[in-house]
């Protein structure tokens, strides 16, 4: 017997953890909600065979109405007395329409996500559920994910932790679903409800700048200010002709946020073209950036209405990214954070010691009161460790970090704090002596005192027998072990002859490059390729070091999917690990960054390549000839 199914009971909506429900409105506040969604809504169907990213299926729209419906009522309260109901929906409608790509960006971008990563990683090592937390990550990491990851050293977290997390995020509607969600379940619920009172707190921020731009500004002399749109003409056209910062305010402060967070004065200004939403869109700052990330994973998983708001959502998400460390844009150069010198080791400084000092965790040494101590002496009471003997911070670093606006005290504070984090990240890599040559002469030497004192002893108790039989054993197992490694050791002996083939091949690779070059020299400037294309996408993880800043920045927009890294900024070691293949421009390269890039690769045993021309054309078709070979094996 058949039954009647049952109706699916719509999950109820909440904002910022809060439960929420869809209101009434007047008819007139329907009609100009109703007109401002569909228009955009227009805009989208008319886009989205141009820009398919930024066109949102039909499904995505009808998430964003029921969202927006279901806080409108929250966000009359909330701005009771400081705006009409009318300029509410119609501002609410226009930023939960408007086609842009912000489902792509929420779900794919590792910017704000990494910072998301950090914030569990600080929270569960406040709680101590550091152990807890790591069992839910995967066992192994992606590769792909590794590599979109912004380039960051933590002092408390290591990468590969991160990375997890990264991995967990990035799969979140997949593979790692069950993973996520176990996550979010070690939050507890005060802290959760904080999280989310953030997020709300940027939002509601910045819906009030945009609602105010909505009211107030407008242009002068009655201008045509109206969303209506021809039905067969693209209805973006209105705000992308004429003057659109004119005659559209409100449209351009939500389109052009993520652009100009962070910009200077004059830009925003020039943009925005109203002194008064330049003015609104300097003022919107994120005071925790991390934790606005956190929430939006948070409230995404909850269903709340707060991650549903398409431009106001993307906005506060994209603004806490810019905040973050690896916001500003742009690929990070390392600074050299040291320069010749030594620490003064004059006693001029008189000891006084602390009454609280273990309460406040101050230094307390077995000091006496007025004991005249050098401030290498003083750094050593407070840390255990001991300053370089030749090695002083950079005085041009912390120059720079003061032409940025820094004061001198922080500028100083900012130059120590470089210094110390090279000597850690020195400490990391660094690899101890191999000293395996004196452990063998040491067993050769140990084995034939043992076997003289067998010798001696034959006549002894059977109990000492067998004690000195069991000492020959293992001295045997020690010389096994001996003989394995010194099999390893001709090994690598044979992997260095190897290594000595591959330099010869790489020095012929640069005898003709160089050749090439010099025949190159007074001949006319070479016909590109017209069977080459560009922009070009290439298939593998492509690095490239070295080269001119013009030549960089000719070439970057041809090999869009290239990582092009800064002549003086010092290679990363895990960037180039992650790498298919790394290219390098040497005729503007340091020997130091050259060393560095070239005893990566042959560790990681990934193939380089050399770019044998000046021009930035014809570099990019050397590379994308290279590609396609790669492709033909």
């Not at 996500?113 to 807890?132: C, I, P, Q």
């Not at 002496?377 to 120059?399: E, I």
């Not at 920045?553 to 790498?579: C, H, Q, S, W």
Request: hydrophobic fraction near 40%; aromatic fraction near 10%; charged fraction near 30%.
């Amino acid at each position: 017997m058949g039954g009647k199914k049952k109706t699916a009971i719509a999950r109820p909506w909440h904002l910022g953890g809060i439960p929420v429900d869809t209101i009434r409105l007047e008819p007139f506040e329907e009609r100009i909600f109703e007109d401002s969604f569909s228009n955009l809504r227009m805009a989208a169907v008319l886009t989205k065979e141009d820009f398919p990213h930024f066109a949102p299926s039909n499904s995505e729209m009808n998430q964003r109405e029921r969202a927006a419906r279901a806080s409108i009522g929250y966000f009359f309260q909330y701005f009771e007395g400081r705006y009409q109901r009318a300029v509410i929906a119609d501002a609410l409608a226009k930023a939960s329409a408007l086609p842009g790509p912000v489902a792509e960006h929420c779900a794919q971008s590792a910017g704000y996500m990494l910072g998301a990563a950090l914030w569990l990683l600080d929270y569960a090592k406040r709680k101590n559920l550091g152990n807890t937390l790591l069992k839910v990550l995967p066992p192994e990491l992606d590769e792909d994910i590794d590599f979109a990851t912004p380039d960051v050293d933590d002092f408390i977290c290591c990468r590969e932790d991160m990375l997890g997390l990264m991995t967990v995020f990035m799969e979140r509607n997949g593979a790692q679903r069950q993973a996520f969600r176990e996550i979010w379940g070690l939050i507890d619920r005060e802290t959760a409800a904080e999280l989310k009172s953030v997020f709300k707190e940027a939002l509601l921020d910045y819906f009030d700048r945009y609602l105010e731009v909505c009211s107030r500004v407008r242009p002068s002399g009655g201008a045509d200010t109206g969303m209506e749109f021809p039905p067969r003409a693209d209805p973006m056209d209105r705000l992308r002709n004429g003057i659109p910062a004119m005659q559209h305010a409100d449209m351009w402060f939500l389109m052009n946020t993520p652009m100009l967070v962070g910009a200077p004065p004059e830009r925003i200004r020039k943009t925005l073209y109203y002194r008064r939403s330049a003015e609104l869109m300097e003022g919107f700052r994120i005071h925790d950036p991390y934790a606005v990330c956190a929430a939006y994973l948070l409230l995404e998983r909850d269903r709340d209405v707060l991650a549903n708001l398409n431009m106001l959502t993307v906005n506060v998400l994209l603004c806490a990214e810019r905040h973050l460390p690896w916001g500003a844009g742009g690929e990070y150069s390392y600074a050299e954070p040291v320069e010749a010198g030594a620490p003064e080791h004059l006693l001029r400084y008189a000891y006084r010691p602390h009454e609280n000092a273990e309460e406040e965790e101050l230094p307390d040494p077995d000091v006496e009161a007025g004991d005249l101590l050098t401030e290498s002496q003083l750094f050593y009471l407070a840390t255990g460790y001991a300053l370089p003997r030749d090695q002083v911070p950079s005085s041009r670093l912390r120059k720079w970090f003061m032409e940025q606006g820094l004061s001198e005290a922080r500028a100083e504070g900012l130059a120590w704090g470089a210094w110390f984090a090279f000597y850690m990240d020195e400490m990391r890599t660094h690899t101890a002596p191999d000293d395996f040559e004196d452990f063998l002469k040491s067993l050769d030497s140990e084995r034939a005192e043992m076997t003289e004192e067998i010798e001696k002893e034959t006549a002894d108790s059977t109990a000492r027998t067998a004690e000195l039989s069991r000492q020959l054993k293992e001295s045997q197992k020690l010389l096994y072990e001996a003989e394995r490694n010194a099999r390893q050791l001709r090994e690598q002996l044979q992997s260095a002859e190897v290594d000595t083939l591959r330099d010869r091949a790489e020095l012929s690779q640069l005898r003709e490059i160089l050749f090439t070059l010099r025949a190159r020299e007074g001949q006319p400037e070479e016909v590109p390729n017209p069977e080459i294309e560009f922009p070009c996408q290439t298939k593998r993880r492509i690095v490239a070091f070295g080269g001119h800043d013009t030549w960089r920045k000719a070439i970057r927009p041809m090999l869009p999917g290239v990582r092009f890294f800064d002549r003086e900024m010092l290679p990363d070691v895990n960037t180039i690990r992650g790498a298919d293949v790394v290219w390098i421009q040497a005729n503007a390269l340091s020997h130091k960054f050259y060393y560095r890039i070239i005893d990566t690769v042959r560790k990681e045993n990934i193939p380089v390549r050399y770019f044998g021309a000046a021009s930035a054309r014809k570099c990019a078709e050397q590379l994308v000839l290279d590609e396609l070979s790669a492709e033909d094996e």
